[in-house]
């Protein structure tokens, strides 16, 4: 028993760290780029709580954040910067927490006078943040292949015309939801947390 715990305390330990050089190079990269939502004041990067821990967000109504989340998705590197090559072209996303989730902020969501690209306040833009979301997953996940190939994105933020990028999630119901029981017989949430790239 023993060494079976060794191992699985191992394992846990291996994903514990890839994931914060994941998250250390892909939010290093965002802020040298400029791509992050930023507090009321406008300077600096906005920081709040979500289930990794302290994060921050990347501004999709900035256009140099196109590029860079495109990127990231990539299953080769490209000029050493951090992309996704332990994936393979064939691979489902799901946009967990898009809407975004902000657990320490006021309502359980970004605070409505962040501010993104063009000084644009969060309360005015809050739900096409959501849909570009998915649109940007969307297009990174199709540049994967060449011919591009449709992708398969799930996300929870949602607003009109959404549903060109992907499938609305509602998120945590569970699988015996009378009237969604066939949208939740696969179990979403255990086959994205083991697929699924999740923005951390």
Known sequence: KSSTSSVSLHNQLSCSTYQLRVRDA?????SELGVLVKPKSGEGEYEGWCWPGSSSWID??????????ISLFKTKSVDG???WTESTDNVGIWND???PSVFNGPEITMP??????G???HRDVHNINGMLFANHTYQAAAART???RRPFVLTRAFYAGSQRFGRNVDGRQPRHMGTHGSRYQNGPRQWSRRN?????
């Open 81 to 83: 910067q951090w992309s």
């Open 146 to 148: 060449d011919p591009p």
């Open 119 to 121: 000084g644009w306040e």
């Open 112 to 117: 409505k006078d962040n501010v993104h690209y």
């Open 60 to 69: 999709f109504f900035h256009p140099g954040s196109w590029d860079f989340w």
């Open 26 to 30: 892909v939010y290093k990269r965002a």
């Open 97 to 99: 927490m898009n809407e």
């Open 196 to 200: 699924a790239f999740r923005w951390i």
